[in-house]
């Protein structure tokens, strides 16, 4: 059974970078048949699409994060990671990491259980 | 791009059904069939209940069930449950190749 597994700080402080890592088990990360992505849900708020990545390297971005957002997916160690540049109190949320296949548009059918990361001084 | 638009809470007895509408585009839900609808416990990640607007999940029990409408689509909860009060997010797959996704239900069992 495919399961995801987020990792990184806790906390970082304002105008910093965040960077999070998502470990893959149960499947590989080149998989054909996979996309792999984050979503992130502020503290009593909705569910934001970040963006997806795909084994090759082809992303998509959520619009109003391209600017600052870069994934990449790291084969050795069947993982992918999310960075986040330039954060701000706002960027405050539970990050989640997800699974969807290449075609069928974006259905999220594995999660991980998310971590929060509070951008704070 | 803009959320899907749902209405904060709804609520219903047990054993009454709900509908849960999600409003969209003709540059999302109205031009595809890739609308998703998502259930989350408090404290707990989101787990996807319909997913191509109609389509269950193995395991996801047939009281739940998605159609969708010009823009508009709906998750419709039959024979409601104590165990159905969560929140409740749609999505769509969007013309420029993105994921957007509603602000979210509430449900209440009363």
């Known amino acids: 059974q495919l399961q995801l597994q987020e990792s990184g700080p806790g906390l970082v402080k304002p105008s910093e970078t965040l960077s999070l890592t998502c470990s893959v088990s149960?499947?590989?990360?080149?998989?054909?048949?996979?996309?792999w992505g984050w979503i992130r849900q502020p503290p009593g708020k909705g569910l934001e699409w970040i963006g997806s990545?795909?084994?090759?390297?082809?992303?998509y971005y959520n619009p109003s994060l391209k600017s600052r957002v870069t994934m990449a997916v790291d084969t050795s160690k069947n993982q992918f990671s999310l960075r986040l540049i330039s954060l701000t109190a706002a960027d405050t949320a539970v990050y989640y990491c997800v699974r969807h296949p290449p075609s069928g548009g974006f259905r999220l059918d594995r999660w991980g259980q998310g971590t929060l990361v509070t951008v704070s001084s | 791009q803009s959320a899907l638009t749902q209405p904060a809470s709804v609520s219903g007895s047990p054993g009454q059904s709900i509908t849960i509408p999600c409003i969209g585009t003709?540059?999302?839900?109205?031009?595809?069939?890739?609308v998703s609808w998502y259930q989350q416990y408090p404290g707990k990640a989101p787990k996807l209940i319909i997913y191509?607007?109609?389509d269950r999940p193995s395991g996801i029990s047939n009281r739940f069930s998605g159609s969708k409408s010009g823009n508009t689509a709906s998750l419709t909860i039959s024979g409601l449950q104590a165990e159905d009060e969560a929140d409740y997010y749609c999505?769509?797959?969007?013309?420029?190749?993105?994921?957007?996704f509603g602000g979210g239900t509430k449900l209440t069992v009363l």
């Open positions: 999505s769509s797959y969007t013309s420029s190749t993105t994921l957007v």
């Open positions: 149960g499947g590989s990360i080149s998989s054909r048949s996979d996309y």
């Open positions: 003709s540059s999302d839900i109205g031009d595809y069939t890739y």
């Open positions: 191509d607007v109609s």
């Open positions: 990545i795909y084994y090759s390297g082809t992303t």
